[in-house]
């Protein structure tokens, strides 16, 4: 069967070249226009088959892959005594313990009944922020998996459990902090050194600990030695202690009917972020007990909103539902100002590639915006007593950027953009990307101040790695917290986690290691080229469909962010869903129609021949049918209103946001 949809499409034959290359189908050379979602399609010239640049290898085999699959309900499975999905889903049956175990021929076949399944699902995983191009991990790193590897404690102090790689997360460290232009190396003297580990979990983990040390920055608290705890460091102990409100603030200058500060406020934090920030964010707002502006909104200022008749519990996203996903910068102002004025700190947390529609927060015109704020009423720095006498200094605001996806590739398209404007790499960039690329990281100054408290990255989004794991950092003069030394691991207790994957520093040393930072910024522009060829193929497979009175009343909602790696469109049959990963958001118009999305992340693993094959589905017959709506009684844990001096503390969502 061809792999084409039509000869129409793909007039000539296709060049021996590697997924990674530049095919035949012509796709526009300017960057596309990402407005409302249209059904004619877009117009295109023919563009070379390799760019100069791209360095990746030619002649390749290409992987297997499968022929379009029609939709299909779920089959039963009568070895299984019950039902599987038609795709081969493994069933629970078998893997089954029992209590004599498994023979090696029964574990042997349960295992190879996974690895077959995992191979399709890796063969079509497309919808999710997860790199599934592993490089040479396991031809490189197998050899590791013979020793617990623990980077207990913290990564610059060896500790007394000696199988670790902290030498090697120490170099991983140094590496994104230059990436992310922090001063580097690590130098414990100096204040604006970065310092940060490697997480176990991903940006969740990262998201948690950057907010759990911001609230305890902005709140005042400490840990310190003891009084009583004697000159003897092995049974000295710390205590963890908050510092009194002051008796007065500093006086802002007023604008006309502005209010004045209250002193009670100013170890009271209050938590930012935009309507489309990640659930973990949530989980940790929930988790810490922080409060939020809604929160404290709808309790202490009724009536009092600066955006709305009503506080809402996010900030608004730019354009509402029917925008880019990034904060709306106007709201966020107007919302921060409202606090400051009445002495409240502020924790701004900013996304970088957000979950569902890829967006990025501008976060330097959110610093230019704000900076002036939070000097206008003494947060850019203040004076906080622990100790009789000596003061901290410290800051009344923290930034922390949630740059799971983005923070990993955006250092390598700044390393395309710094190139000679004359060289193939920068010429192919600027095909991709309107303006500069965005300011993010600890090199971002506005008015002399340094912006960003902490920063993380996932590190099995962008760079690839066969479990979560990613990066957290922030500088040495926003940690709260000073090298305590639990006597039994031998070194300070300074991260999130106590035990710590020592696999996941190998993987990112290896994934950094392996290519030149040129070759990483030629993947990075490849990336964004093959986004564009995603985005130009639904349009074009609309304007087919439309063509041949087939497509679905609305079109198919094809839609893009800025710069993201991400393009959006109609929620397609379920069992299509199911065989390439999809992942799917409901969602609301600004105009209240409901609308059903998926969506497509090009990660390095996603080339131009699997897009080919994912619109050679979506044209079958059927591929946008849905199924009859089952319309469900409404929960019975469902309030219909809440009972007096009962508040909303935040918005928990349970659909979007990654969940579906």
Not at 209 to 219: I, N, V
Not at 337 to 348: K, N, S
């Amino acid at each position: 069967m061809s792999r084409h949809i039509s000869e129409e499409r793909h007039p000539g034959p296709r060049s021996a070249t590697t997924d990674a290359t530049w095919p035949d189908p012509p796709i526009p050379v300017e960057p596309v226009d990402h407005g409302p979602a249209r059904t004619t399609p877009v117009p295109a010239k023919p563009v070379p088959d390799k760019p100069p640049w791209d360095t990746s290898a030619v002649g390749a085999p290409r992987a297997q892959t499968s022929t379009p699959t029609a939709p299909a309900p779920r089959n039963p499975d009568p070895a299984a005594g019950g039902t599987r999905p038609a795709d081969g889903e493994p069933d629970d049956a078998e893997f089954e313990i029992p209590a004599a175990g498994l023979t090696s021929q029964q574990r042997k076949r349960a295992l190879n009944t996974l690895e077959t399944y995992l191979v399709g699902k890796h063969e079509h995983m497309v919808g999710f922020q997860g790199n599934q191009d592993m490089g040479h991990a396991q031809q490189d790193l197998a050899r590791f998996l013979d020793f617990h590897l623990n980077n207990v404690g913290d990564p610059f102090q060896q500790g007394n459990y000696k199988p670790n790689t902290k030498v090697v997360e120490r170099a991983v460290l140094d590496r994104y902090a230059s990436l992310w232009r922090a001063e580097c190396p690590y130098d414990a003297e100096n204040p604006d050194s970065y310092w940060g580990y490697v997480l176990t979990m991903g940006s969740t983990e990262g998201n948690l600990y950057a907010l759990a040390s911001a609230r305890d920055y902005l709140s005042g608290r400490k840990l310190i030695g003891a009084p009583d705890g004697g000159s003897d460091p092995s049974t000295s102990q710390m205590v963890y202690v908050q510092a009194a409100p002051p008796a007065r603030l500093v006086p802002a200058a007023r604008d006309g009917d502005s209010p004045t500060a209250d002193p009670r406020n100013a170890y009271r934090p209050v938590a930012f972020y935009s309507e489309d920030t990640h659930y973990s964010v949530i989980k940790a707002v929930r988790t810490l007990a922080i409060d939020t502006f809604g929160a404290i909104g709808t309790t202490e200022y009724p009536g009092q909103c600066p955006i709305a008749d009503r506080w809402p519990m996010e900030v608004p996203s730019k354009g509402g539902a029917d925008g880019s996903g990034e904060i709306d910068v106007d709201k966020l102002e107007a919302l921060v100002r409202f606090f400051a004025e009445r002495g409240h700190p502020v924790l701004l947390l900013l996304n970088f590639g957000t979950t569902f529609k890829g967006a990025y927060d501008n976060v330097e015109k959110v610093a230019a915006r704000l900076i002036p704020i939070l000097r206008q009423h003494g947060l850019l720095e203040r004076e906080i007593e622990f100790e009789p006498g000596r003061t901290d200094r410290r800051r009344g605001f923290w930034v922390h950027v949630d740059g799971a996806l983005g923070a990993g590739i955006m250092p390598f398209l700044r390393q395309a953009a710094e190139e000679d404007p004359t060289s193939e790499l920068a010429i192919a960039l600027h095909r991709e990307l309107k303006g500069k690329v965005p300011e993010f990281d600890f090199g971002l100054r506005v008015d002399g101040v340094d912006v960003v408290g902490s920063l993380v990255m996932s590190g099995h989004k962008w760079a690839g790695a066969p479990f979560p794991c990613g990066v957290f950092m922030t500088k040495n003069k926003f940690r709260v917290e000073p090298a305590a030394t639990p006597a039994y691991t031998g070194s300070p207790d300074t991260t999130f986690a106590g035990s710590r994957n020592g696999l996941s520093p190998l993987v990112l040393w290896n994934h950094l290691a392996s290519k030149s930072t040129r070759e990483h910024a030629a993947a990075a522009v490849r990336a964004l080229r093959t986004t564009r060829y995603l985005e130009s193929s639904l349009r074009e497979l609309e304007d087919r469909l439309d063509r041949e009175d087939r497509l679905p009343e609305g079109g198919l909602y094809v839609d893009r962010s800025p710069m993201a790696l991400t393009v959006r469109f109609r929620r397609p049959h379920d069992r299509l869903i199911e065989k390439w990963s999809l992942s799917c958001q409901p969602m609301n118009t600004n105009a209240g129609e409901p609308r059903h999305y998926a969506h497509v992340f090009v990660m390095p693993s996603v080339t131009e021949d699997k897009v080919d094959l994912l619109m050679e589905d979506l044209f079958t017959e059927g591929a946008f049918d849905r199924p009859t709506p089952v319309h469900h009684p409404r929960p019975t844990t469902a309030a219909t209103a809440f009972a007096t001096d009962v508040h909303p503390l935040a918005l928990v969502p349970t659909t979007g946001r990654g969940f579906q």
